[in-house]
């Protein structure tokens, strides 16, 4: 059993949700992060989805679009990002840790290679935002043997033929995308959101969380009474940018946390 | 007959998307099979490709330019004397009509050169579909007479900011607002990338150019020619050439590649030659990209071949040998610019410019009674901006 599946089994037993938090490595810097990683573990957050900046991340929107070119300006590679990992669990810090990183620096990378780094290091799962499960089942394989977790989406516009595919494939938890299009805050939830995720949840038993456009604290009730927890991403990486010069600003963000958890 | 069921070329190909669009992309494989099997879709096509955009278009024996090359015989097909000055035609008048049996009443487009953009636009406007078209800003400063051909034909120009402010950054902004409005909005995708099914349709659509040429050079010439050759960015006019092609051994593909700078100026766009496989904007193909898995901005004077990426099949075609890839740095392309002005009477577009310089080259290598068919993806119109600039006219 990996960090990730003990967090669910122990926020069930309590009858708790999961509060994920997505940032991007190394924006502003990977120091921050470090310390953004640690103020996270003492706001009580449950699992951190760390992501890897791409050049070109096609499923986000424009806050994460510049933290993610702001990280690669500063040459944040996957290297540095596994070596931050590694020191965080040296250093005693349990948090369930996955990374969120677009198909092609890991296939670059070599799959191989980074899932057997990524073990090493301490991560727990991985989540691939262009990899449907069909295109590549050897990575799959690869994940599993290493004990981890493949986290892959369902959305809207996911039908049950597919639902109960990602439902098979899909391990730690389902990442639930609440609306069509990219991630960003937005005002409200989208108006199916209740009915598609009743439709998920009749077909697995799995966790379901939900991401995309989630920013305040009412919005994360709602979601709270439907599905297993909730991913903000967007909202934290715009406090953390509002935030950017300030010396204070790891404290900022974790009040942002406090706020939203 | 590739691709497979899941949308690969060998090793290249496949959707590798967000979970969003597959739904869309199951529903436009889905809708164009069943379009290929109903006579009134392909009548329908033919209809508007032969009295819209002006099909077929001439297999012109450049006698002026052969002599000049010493090479036996010169072909270009011309796709520059279509409606709207290039190839691009071929593929939207398809696309929109794969749109309407859908019922979409939005559809989106990225451009590089804008010679895609006005396509679309163009078939939009007859059809009375909404138009959106996504168009780095660097683009949209070199190529400004195809905005306002746009704009005129009543699309709205998205300008994008991102990363390198052309063709890719266009196209990932274009894949961002399909994923957001996917279920009223057709994407028509300008090249033979992308995820399944878009390489396939694409390259079916240009395919008229290439079956065709190779109707007309039979006639013609009695033979099939020796060698194709075809500028490449995303790959569509070329692979609209040779995939009609395919199953004739005896005939040789070149496809050209934007050198920009010079290969070794990392400044260019030569995806086949120096790029390695990678998965960009859906598709896994050849990439420029850095040792992390970055992708690296291209460069060149030609902003339809201005592209880190290229079709799948294409990278297929290079992996099992059956075409050969070459570049062509801005340079030299000028020079191929001015020889077809100069000698032919023919003024072309950037992008094939490449494609005639490379001409010159092949000239000295092959036996002087080669047959060849150049394909004169579009027409010169647009590029004066720059060529009045970089020639000093």
Redesign the interface.
Known sequence: MNRIERKFKELKIKNKKAFIVFITCGYPDLDTTRKLISEFVRQGVDIIELGVPFSDPLADGPVIQESSQAALKRKTDINAILNLVKIARKNKIDIPIALMSYYNPIFCYGRERFIKKAKASGVDGVIIPDMPPEEDRTFIKLAGKFNIDTIFFLSPTSLSSRIKLIAGVSKGFIYYVSLTGVTGPRKKLSPGLVDNLRRIKKITAKPVCVGFGVSNRRQIKEIYKIADGVIVGSVVIQKIKENINRSDLVKRVGACIKKLH | MLPNK?GYFGEFG???????????LNELESEYKSALADKKFIQQLDYYLKEYAGRPTPLYLAKTLSKYLGIYKIYIKREDLLHTGAHKINNTLGQVLLALRMKKTRIIAETGAGQHGVATATVAAMFGLKCDIYMGTEDIVRQRLNVFRMKLLGAKVIAVE??SKTL??AT?EA??DW?????STHYIIGSVVGPHPYPMIVRDFQSVLGKEARQQILKKEKRLPDYLVACVGGGSNAMGLFHPFFNDKGVKFIGVEAAGFGLASGKHAATLVLGR??????S?SD?L?D?????KIAHSIAAGLDYPGVGPEHAYYKSIGRAKYVAVNDQQALVGFSLLSEIEGIIPALEPAHAIFYLKKLAKKIKKNSLIILCLSGRGDKDLDIVIQRLKI
Request: charged share 25%; no cysteine; proline share 5%.
């Open positions: 899941k496949g959707r590798f998307v967000p979970e969003t669009l597959i739904y869309a991102t990363g890719k950054d990932t894949l961002r994923v957001t409005n996917v279920r496989p990678g998965v960009l904007h859906g896994k990439l990209e040792k992390f898995g970055q992708v």
